[in-house]
DNA sequence: AGAACAATGTAATATCATAACATTACTCAA
DNA sequence: TTGAGTAATGTTATGATATTACATTGTTCT
């Protein structure tokens, strides 16, 4: 999915997506050797239910889908792997849809802007230095000092839009 | 509280704020006699209510202030409100803090950059065209359509930074 | 006055998230 | 290798935010 940095395509049907996962796992693994931390079953079992697609996806799905069987998992178990997952970087939060999406950019610091289709619920995350000088330059003018930056666009994606013009 | 368009200082603990309750509502009044909408007691007082600070406020905050005495308002009550308040563009809703600031430039259909100090929860509103440019050529490569901006940047205004440094 | 509609009241419930404490798994030094 | 210390997970309860559904009241317009 990934092209150069801070570009990103909007994700397609058609793409190998399974290769996406492939990366996101191998950089989270990667990461993890890397400084140390452990990528517990669980928590590696909840990244791959998140990379499971491009759409934001809600604890609570998750959580489902952590029990197959009858088993019931309850809320901390998930929650506390996303919470591992987002002080490591390798998800982000949507805070207009209380949902999380596996990062593309894992291991490097950033905050990003999301575009998230209404219709489809596919997102793309771009970094555009651009978006993030204009907000600096606001903060300086302000005299404040950025500590997150949240920014997610709702609109539809090409495809969807296409689809709705008559 | 303001200054020109797009441009909005941090709210400081000295400004005159009954004048900034004083102009919104002012502002909601002309807004709804000259939609012809119904700005009645409830939403008056909620809108009242949200700008009492320039802080984000949740809706159960806002529901607690409701009944000063015995009397116990339910949910509903004050979020039909705020609905009607965020239809009619008097309020904004920080997604961030599941939290409502009003809004100062109201009638003047935009999205908006808010800047939010995390240590006193004193919330800047800006409208910087450059932020909005850059996202909408980001959308436009993107094959993207906007319909909503979420533009939310946590931090530390200049007072509590100050404050903070040794 | 009364029909039609808008707004509000009320009770129940849905959805998202955390606190507190028990148990299990892992690590590492002795 | 064992066991003490720590990290991770399990479990139960509860908190925080938000909506649904239906009853009642208020407003508008004829
Ligand atoms: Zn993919
Ligand atoms: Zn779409
Ligand atoms: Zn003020
Ligand atoms: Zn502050």
Redesign the pocket.
């Known amino acids: 999915m990934n092209s150069k940095k801070g570009i990103q395509r909007f994700p397609t049907p058609r793409h190998n997506h399974a290769t996406c996962v492939n990366t996101a796992m191998h950089q989270a693994e990667d990461y993890c050797n890397r400084t140390g ?2 990528l ?4 590696r079992r909840v990244l791959e239910l998140v990379w499971s697609s491009h759409r934001p996806v ?4 998750l959580l489902e889908q952590l029990e197959p069987k009858g ?7 998930v ?3 996303l ?2 997952l987002l002080e490591h970087k390798l998800i982000h ?1 949507i ?1 207009s ?3 999380f999406i596996g990062c593309n950019q894992p291991g490097h610091e950033h905050d990003a802007q999301f575009f998230i289709c209404k219709a489809c619920g596919e997102a793309a995350e771009l970094i555009d230095p651009k978006v993030e000088r204009a907000l600096v330059k606001d903060a300086n003018q302000l005299g404040f000092n950025i500590e997150k930056q949240t920014v997610e666009i709702a609109g539809l994606c090409n495809r969807c839009h296409q689809g709705r013009k008559k």
Not at 40 to 43: A, E, G, M, P
Not at 71 to 77: G, V
Request: zero cysteines; proline letters at 7%; hydrophobic letters at 30%.
């Open positions: 931390v452990r517990t079953q669980l928590r809600g604890a609570y799905d088993r019931k998992a309850a809320p901390p178990t929650y506390r792997s919470d591992f939060r805070d849809l209380n949902a």
